[in-house]
């Protein structure tokens, strides 16, 4: 082995791969890889479609039966009221929507990276690719069911003013809430496996503590803040926000306190996820 | 010319096993809790820092690679071999960023791409075409890339056919055509590629390893994990051995197949007894000794295919009056026999005067005739052509290697529990004579 050679460097790329080596060219790659994100995205929502003969169906029916039961449960036997003058329906709707497009993508991908584990262990990719890219199933599936939210809006004759052209600011913002702890949670799942039994847990009791069927109005001023800590609050305030317009103030304690902890979280999974990534193959 | 490509430095790779502690006979309460404290609070601390868990009372440390160094230059093609376990796959795992390296550091220049499967990452419900997207896109291949290839990587795979149906209704053949083509036409300055080649049948193998020869003469930089012998030879003029993790030797492929199959079999070559008391046989006949042996030395510990072999089989005979015939038996794997030969086919055989004492008997397989693998000789002693006097089973083991390379692009093995060389000639005859 002679040590005085050394690797000129062309055009091409020089690597190096060392232990514990901080990678500098991560974020480059992960946009290199854009191509494969689109495919894996794609291929999660044409098999979720080819194999369930009412996949879109499915993604009207569960949210739209939901806010049903909310709406007659809360709004109509314990008599929670509203935002302002928008019908309760509607009003649980616009917290449905967000609620459910961050369940999905935190289920769909905490168990990414399990479900991926033959790619995992076979070719390199930034890992960041396959969590992110299954998130975009549960995008789908929450512009398949803004499609009921224009129903009734229609039929409760309920015009949205302009702050609905927001909504998408909101959307992302939803996304970038689950996909912190989806981070996280997904790594953790390949050191554990059973760490997945938590999440419909997680989901589940989310579901009940965050401002879905009532209106986080409800919620004492003195305790609005600390209510903030969970993310899904501000998310949930935001959309509210866009669809019921003005009714819905925004801007609370809640509201700054939540992306807060949205951008704390989203810190802290990426940091672990890239900390436990390299590991991954070793583990799957 | 020779910038060199990839060079790895004091390369290593670790993994820790957790075991269970033996135990005692008896356990203390008081132990069991002071145990689960402490593993919880391991636990805890591990889960805290982010470091794998490990399930078990004491950690082993297993060191997969150690220590490895090499320079590999532009163009190269060399294969890897060892046995399981020795750290190939590890080390191609390294080199391809799927795991990082615990020791050491590896510098790469290039794009490589690895192929440690076929088919990884294929869907079973969706069509042919959406598998050859989704593959290429895992493989590393850019989507216009793979439109470009499309109709070639179709042509090659043979499933113009059935492109639109889904791969879960492909037979086996097809599946792993299609799964290879995609990886055949992926073009990165540096190949990865382990195992991929045994897949599939005897043809497409053909294709394949042709493929892999393309490649290589394209001045694309190849790395090659393989059990075939035949085609690693072939297709790699380097190659480096690896052994329980370490580098036991990096040169010329010829030399270093040679030598790793010289330890890899457990061969028997030769059999001696001294002493004629304890020397295997009866009250007739003793064995002395027993061998094989090339009748030009190649170099190499096994047997070539392409120099005749001698066996000789040296004994005491006691009884006078019987005239003993050597009978070998050779089998081959599977428990097949190959063919059984005897002395007695010598026309001076019978001729021979009787008497005690000490008499040898050579045989000679001519060249080119055995075919390679696993060969085993059960010896035998016969009176009056029927009766068996005495048996050795697995007298010799050996292994008939070929140290010939090959023309053409088929490396897999031939058929048949013999490979003799026929007399064959093929002549012109002249254009269509229809009034013949």
Same mark, same amino acid.
């Given at each position: 082995?002679?040590?005085?050679?050394?690797?000129?460097?062309? &055009?091409?790329?020089?690597?190096? #791969?060392?232990?514990?080596?901080?990678?500098?060219?991560?974020?480059? &790659?992960?946009?290199?890889?854009?191509? #494969?994100?689109?495919?894996?995205?794609?291929?999660?929502?044409?098999?979720?479609?080819?194999? !369930?003969?009412?996949?879109?169906?499915?993604?009207?029916?569960?949210?739209?039966?939901?806010?049903?039961?909310?709406?007659?449960?809360?709004?109509?036997?314990?008599?929670?009221?509203?935002?302002?003058?928008?019908?309760?329906?509607?009003?649980?709707?616009?917290?449905?929507?967000?609620?459910?497009?961050?369940?999905?993508?935190?289920?769909?991908?905490?168990?990414?990276?399990?479900?991926?584990?033959?790619?995992?262990?076979?070719?390199?990719?930034?890992? #960041?690719?396959?969590?992110?890219?299954?998130?975009?199933?549960?995008?789908?599936?929450?512009?398949?069911?803004?499609?009921?939210?224009?129903?009734?809006?229609?039929?409760?004759?309920?015009?949205?003013?302009?702050?609905?052209?927001? #909504?998408?600011?909101?959307?992302?913002?939803?996304?970038?809430?689950?996909?912190?702890?989806?981070?996280?949670? !997904?790594?953790?799942?390949?050191?554990?496996?059973?760490?997945?039994? !938590?999440?419909?847990?997680?989901?589940?009791?989310?579901?009940?503590?965050?401002?879905?069927?009532?209106?986080?109005?409800?919620?004492?001023?003195?305790?609005?803040?600390?209510?903030?800590?969970?993310?899904?609050?501000?998310?949930?305030?935001?959309?509210?926000?866009?669809?019921?317009?003005?009714?819905?103030?925004?801007?609370?304690?809640?509201?700054?306190?939540?992306?807060?902890?949205?951008?704390?979280?989203?810190?802290?999974?990426?940091?672990?996820?890239?900390?436990?990534?390299?590991?991954?193959? &070793?583990?799957? | 010319?020779?910038?060199?490509?990839?060079?790895?430095?004091?390369?290593?790779?670790?993994?820790?096993?957790?075991?269970?502690?033996?135990?005692?006979?008896?356990?203390?309460?008081?132990?069991?809790?002071?145990?689960?404290?402490?593993?919880?609070?391991?636990?805890?601390?591990?889960?805290?820092?982010?470091?794998?868990?490990?399930?078990?009372?004491?950690?082993?440390?297993?060191?997969?690679?150690?220590?490895?160094?090499?320079?590999?230059?532009?163009?190269?093609?060399?294969?890897?071999?060892?046995?399981?376990?020795?750290?190939?796959?590890?080390?191609?795992?390294?080199?391809?960023?799927?795991?990082?390296?615990?020791?050491?550091?590896?510098?790469?220049?290039?794009?490589?791409?690895?192929?440690?499967?076929?088919?990884?990452?294929?869907?079973?419900?969706?069509?042919?075409?959406?598998?050859?997207?989704?593959?290429?896109?895992?493989?590393?291949?850019?989507?216009?890339?793979?439109?470009?290839?499309?109709?070639?990587?179709?042509?090659?795979?043979?499933?113009?056919?059935?492109?639109?149906?889904?791969?879960?209704?492909?037979?086996?053949?097809?599946?792993?055509?299609?799964?290879?083509?995609?990886?055949?036409?992926?073009?990165?300055?540096?190949?990865?590629?382990?195992?991929?080649?045994?897949?599939?049948?005897?043809?497409?193998?053909?294709?394949?390893?042709?493929?892999?020869?393309?490649?290589?003469?394209?001045?694309?930089?190849?790395?090659?994990?393989?059990?075939?012998?035949?085609?690693?030879?072939?297709?790699?003029?380097?190659?480096?051995?690896?052994?329980?993790?370490?580098?036991?030797?990096?040169?010329?492929?010829?030399?270093?197949?040679?030598?790793?199959?010289?330890?890899?079999?457990?061969?028997?070559?030769?059999?001696?007894?001294?002493?004629?008391?304890?020397?295997?046989?009866?009250?007739?006949?003793?064995?002395?000794?027993?061998?094989?042996?090339?009748?030009?030395?190649?170099?190499?510990?096994?047997?070539?295919?392409?120099?005749?072999?001698? /066996?000789?089989?040296?004994?005491?005979?006691?009884?006078?009056?019987?005239?003993?015939?050597?009978?070998?038996?050779?089998?081959?794997?599977?428990?097949? /026999?190959?063919?059984?030969?005897?002395?007695?086919?010598?026309?001076?055989?019978?001729?021979?005067?009787?008497?005690?004492?000490?008499?040898?008997?050579?045989?000679?397989?001519?060249?080119?005739?055995?075919?390679?693998?696993?060969?085993?000789?059960?010896?035998?002693?016969?009176?009056?052509?029927?009766?068996?006097?005495?048996?050795?089973?697995?007298?010799?083991?050996?292994?008939?290697?070929?140290?010939?390379?090959?023309?053409?692009?088929?490396?897999?093995?031939?058929?048949?529990?013999?490979?003799?060389?026929?007399?064959?000639?093929?002549?012109?005859?002249?254009?269509?004579?229809?009034?013949?």
């Amino acid at each position: 082995m002679t040590s005085d050679t050394t690797i000129a460097s062309h &055009d091409e790329p020089v690597l190096v #791969l060392e232990p514990g080596r901080a990678d500098k060219h991560y974020w480059m &790659d992960l946009w290199r890889f854009r191509e #494969l994100f689109i495919i894996l995205a794609w291929r999660d929502l044409s098999v979720r479609y080819k194999q !369930t003969v009412i996949g879109v169906l499915w993604a009207i029916i569960r949210p739209f039966l939901t806010m049903v039961v909310f709406t007659v449960v809360f709004g109509g036997l314990a008599g929670l009221p509203s935002e302002g003058d928008a019908p309760y329906a509607l009003m649980v709707f616009a917290g449905l929507l967000p609620w459910t497009l961050f369940a999905n993508s935190l289920s769909e991908a905490s168990n990414s990276l399990v479900d991926n584990a033959n790619l995992i262990s076979k070719v390199y990719f930034p890992r #960041l690719v396959v969590p992110s890219a299954a998130m975009v199933t549960a995008l789908v599936d929450f512009l398949i069911s803004l499609a009921i939210l224009a129903g009734l809006m229609v039929f409760y004759r309920y015009a949205p003013g302009p702050q609905i052209l927001l #909504l998408p600011a909101f959307t992302l913002l939803a996304l970038l809430a689950a996909l912190g702890p989806s981070l996280w949670l !997904t790594a953790l799942n390949v050191k554990y496996r059973d760490f997945r039994y !938590t999440i419909p847990f997680i989901v589940q009791f989310g579901l009940y503590v965050s401002p879905v069927g009532f209106s986080s109005q409800t919620i004492p001023e003195r305790w609005r803040a600390l209510y903030g800590l969970n993310p899904m609050v501000g998310v949930i305030e935001g959309f509210r926000w866009c669809i019921l317009g003005g009714e819905a103030p925004l801007f609370g304690t809640s509201f700054i306190v939540s992306l807060v902890v949205v951008a704390f979280f989203l810190w802290f999974g990426i940091s672990q996820f890239r900390k436990m990534e390299k590991s991954f193959a &070793d583990l799957i | 010319m020779s910038d060199v490509v990839i060079k790895a430095e004091g390369l290593g790779k670790k993994y820790t096993i957790g075991h269970q502690a033996e135990n005692g006979s008896y356990l203390a309460l008081r132990d069991v809790l002071m145990e689960n404290a402490r593993g919880l609070w391991n636990k805890t601390r591990d889960l805290a820092r982010g470091r794998p868990l490990i399930v078990g009372d004491t950690h082993e440390e297993m060191w997969a690679l150690r220590d490895v160094s090499f320079e590999i230059r532009r163009g190269e093609t060399v294969g890897i071999i060892g046995r399981n376990g020795a750290g190939k796959s590890t080390l191609l795992k390294v080199l391809s960023r799927i795991t990082e390296p615990s020791a050491g550091r590896v510098t790469i220049k290039g794009r490589v791409a690895s192929l440690l499967e076929v088919g990884t990452g294929f869907h079973p419900e969706l069509t042919g075409r959406e598998n050859i997207y989704l593959n290429g896109a895992i493989l590393g291949m850019t989507r216009a890339e793979i439109k470009r290839k499309f109709d070639e990587i179709v042509t090659f795979a043979e499933v113009e056919r059935f492109l639109d149906t889904p791969v879960k209704r492909y037979s086996s053949g097809m599946y792993v055509r299609l799964a290879f083509a995609v990886a055949a036409h992926l073009e990165p300055e540096i190949l990865v590629v382990d195992e991929v080649l045994a897949v599939g049948d005897a043809a497409f193998q053909k294709k394949s390893l042709g493929k892999m020869g393309d490649v290589a003469r394209e001045g694309r930089t190849v790395l090659f994990v393989s059990h075939n012998m035949v085609a690693l030879r072939s297709l790699c003029p380097r190659a480096i051995w690896l052994h329980e993790g370490k580098m036991q030797d990096d040169g010329m492929a010829g030399d270093i197949v040679a030598d790793y199959l010289g330890l890899q079999t457990a061969a028997l070559h030769e059999q001696r007894w001294d002493d004629l008391a304890t020397a295997p046989g009866n009250e007739m006949v003793r064995l002395h000794r027993v061998w094989i042996e090339p009748e030009d030395d190649r170099g190499v510990t096994d047997m070539p295919r392409e120099t005749p072999l001698k /066996i000789g089989v040296e004994y005491w005979q006691f009884d006078p009056a019987v005239r003993l015939h050597v009978n070998l038996r050779v089998y081959v794997e599977q428990q097949i /026999i190959a063919f059984t030969t005897a002395s007695s086919e010598d026309s001076g055989w019978q001729a021979m005067s009787l008497r005690t004492g000490r008499y040898r008997s050579i045989c000679v397989i001519p060249a080119k005739f055995l075919n390679t693998g696993q060969h085993r000789i059960y010896l035998r002693f016969y009176k009056s052509d029927t009766k068996t006097i005495y048996t050795l089973e697995e007298a010799l083991v050996f292994d008939v290697i070929e140290t010939e390379p090959r023309q053409g692009t088929w490396f897999g093995r031939t058929s048949g529990a013999v490979r003799p060389r026929m007399a064959w000639s093929t002549e012109y005859l002249g254009q269509y004579d229809w009034n013949c």
